[in-house]
């Protein structure tokens, strides 16, 4: 789950981390009237929505003008700034062309930069620990700098059994640059924000830029926070944190009843149990000339309720010209995953080829309910079979 920056920053002064002070405005007098409560005399007024390169992107309405990161000199200024933001669409590298309407912004007070640096923690999925990695390349795609710069990007592991130590800071300072009293005050810095990570049960957090002041001082002038999804049970503080309204909606749908669900821009929707799975069933689909229009895992434990709403959300996207069900049966049966098929075809009447192929337990009867719903359903003998029919139903339909 994402949060925005000003959510983010909020969370991690908690811990001690740095940041400096500002106000949500929905609203250009509301920015107006943050941006008077801070010392000035610059103001940066920021939009806030789920997505990096914000001080790059253009609006719709306005593709030649300035970004959706804008520095002013006056309340005056912020509150037309503001007004340029709020209730418009901004398009960046990350949110693709459709872009992203901005529904508020964040106020904050100026700071006096001496340098740029990146900093951001992150689950290794190679080495199961957490890394902190860092760069003198602030203010630059991460991306970019790991592929034509890869020397200037530091990294450094974490122990699960030790945990984070003082000579991890140190490690990265000094490979940074940092001398005398900033050494201390990054170390600090990084020390708050690994306890925020582990506390917080967060997937990755992002400072892009940390900045060096010219007093010495180190802050986080962005914030990009995202958790783990699978850990917000234990957080129902973070979860009300979620804005509904920077998801897309079938995704929206999907996280209120339990489905892992993803929107790809692909013409085949995918209904599988089991996320190795379904990462297969999307290459697969691949391989044999088509592209998935999503990757959905009903998880194990479906039932017919949790597939019916699974197949209104995939055929909620107009794109979608056929779908194939991959299931192999373990704790949800075959013969109970059919029924919920038959049941979802027939309530919500698909007007798309439906591919099935079912294995494990009670795969048999599983075939058996298909087969006799009455239902023009495709049956698949295993995973290639399904692929090959699935796209062959795709050209037969066009």
């Given amino acids: 789950m994402n949060i925005h920056e000003y959510q983010g920053k909020v969370l991690l002064r908690r811990y001690g ?12 007098e509301e920015a107006e009237a943050a941006a008077k409560k801070l010392p000035g005399p610059v103001y940066v007024v920021k939009s806030q929505i789920h997505a990096g390169g914000r001080g790059a992107g253009r609006f ?10 804008r520095v002013v000199k006056s309340a005056e200024d912020a509150k037309a700034a503001a007004a340029a933001m709020i ?4 398009v960046t590298k990350q949110t693709g062309p459709e872009g992203k309407v901005v529904n508020q912004v964040y106020v904050e007070a100026g700071c006096d930069i001496a340098r740029e640096l990146y900093l951001s923690l992150l689950v290794d999925r190679e ?3 957490i890394t902190i990695m860092a760069s003198t390349q602030g203010g630059m795609e991460i991306e970019e700098v790991a ?15 030790s945990g984070v130590s003082g000579w991890h800071a140190r490690k990265l300072a000094f490979g940074l640059g940092l001398t005398g009293k900033q050494v201390g005050v990054f170390t600090a810095f990084v020390m708050a924000m690994y306890r925020a990570f582990v506390e917080l049960d967060m997937a990755i957090v992002e400072i892009n830029p940390l900045v060096v002041t010219g007093a010495g001082d180190v802050v986080a002038l962005d914030a990009k926070v995202s958790f783990d999804d ?8 973070l979860e009300a944190l979620r804005d509904d309204s920077e998801m897309d909606p079938k ?3 999907a996280v209120k009843n339990d489905l892992n669900y993803v929107a790809l821009d692909g013409e085949i929707g995918c209904m599988v149990n089991g996320a190795g799975l379904a990462m297969a069933t999307m290459d697969i689909i691949k391989l044999y000339g088509s592209s998935p229009a999503n990757f959905l895992d009903v998880g194990g434990t479906a039932n017919a309720a949790r597939v019916t709403e699974a197949f209104r959300i995939i055929t909620s996207d107009v794109n979608v010209k056929a ?7 373990g704790i949800a049966k075959c013969d109970m995953i059919a029924n919920g098929i038959v049941e979802a075809s027939k309530a919500l009447t698909l007007k798309v080829p439906l591919v099935v192929r079912l294995e494990g337990t009670n795969v048999e009867l599983g075939k058996k309910i298909l087969a006799e719903s009455g239902l023009a359903i495709i049956p698949a003998d295993n995973l290639a079979d399904a692929a090959q029919k699935v796209v062959d139903a795709v050209k037969k339909a066009a």
């Fill in 230 to 237: 699978n850990a917000l049970f234990r957080h129902k503080d």
């Fill in 17 to 28: 981390v740095t940041v400096l002070d500002g106000y949500v405005a929905k609203t250009a």
């Fill in 127 to 129: 080495t199961s620990r």
């Fill in 323 to 329: 779908i194939l069900v991959n299931i192999f049966g």
């Fill in 60 to 69: 719709k309405d306005d593709p030649n003008g300035k970004g959706g990161v």
């Fill in 147 to 161: 592929e034509h710069q890869p020397e200037k990007i530091l990294k450094v592991a974490v122990d699960p059994a």
């Fill in 251 to 253: 995704e929206l749908d």
């Fill in 87 to 90: 209730g418009h669409t901004l």
